[in-house]
Structures are given as C-alpha cells and as structure tokens.
C-alpha cells in the first residue's frame, strides 16, 4: 500500500517555474515505478512525466520535453517535477501516481493516486 501527497503547486507567469512534490508512504516505495499526470478543466488526465525505480530512467510527453524534469529520492521517498518555461497550456491539475508495473503513459494503469495539486500558469 503506497499513500501519495502533492505540494508545489501554484500561480505563475508564463516563463516561470515550479517544483512539484509527491510524497510517498510506506516501506516499498523505491519499488514502484512513479509518473505525473495533469488534468485540464474538461479534458482527459494525460502522461507528463514517469521515472521507474531501479534505474531512475525516464519518460516525458512530447508537450513537456526539454521543459520539465523528472527525478526522485527513494531514501526521502520523494518524487519530484521540476517545471520550467511553463505555459498557459501548463494549467492543469497535477497528480503523481504508482504503480508495480513498467512506467506506462495509461493513467488507468496506474494502482495508486495522490489528491492532485493545482498548478495556473498567467499569460
């Protein structure tokens, strides 16, 4: 069982950034291989980021690359997201999720799921 807490988010210009945070309880985390989705008011949840948990190798949607990072702390059971040169396009709610199997970009895959944390990008 793995819970999961957002923070991080927030309001910021066009150009700016944030570092979203996903903690993670219990003992297998660095077990579990971590993404970050991104919810748009009328949109469906789609793939931003996953790193798996052995090697630290990661993946990134095709919107974000070059622009945001992915990277995690298994011994602070912390999966980070740095974004920079966000967008409006960016707005969205952002959740972290787990799951035991290969990162995949289907959210429905995935087995656990924080509460999200709003992020608003100004133009």
């Known amino acids: 069982q793995v819970q999961l807490v957002e923070s991080g988010g927030g309001l910021v210009q066009a150009g700016g950034s944030l570092r979203l945070s996903c903690a993670a309880s219990g003992r297998t985390f660095n077990t579990y291989n971590m993404g970050w989705f991104r919810q748009a008011p009328g949109k469906e949840r789609e793939f931003v980021a996953g790193i798996s948990w052995n090697f630290g190798i990661t993946y990134y949607a095709d919107s974000v690359k070059g622009r945001f990072t992915i990277s995690r702390d298994n011994a602070k059971n912390t999966v980070y997201l740095q974004m920079n040169s966000l967008k409006p396009e960016d707005t969205a709610v952002y959740y972290c999720?787990?799951?035991?199997?290969?990162?995949?970009?289907?959210?429905?895959?995935?087995?656990?799921w924080g509460q999200g944390t709003q992020v608003t990008v100004s133009s």
């Open positions: 999720a787990a799951r035991l199997g290969f990162v995949s970009g289907d959210y429905s895959l995935y087995n656990y």
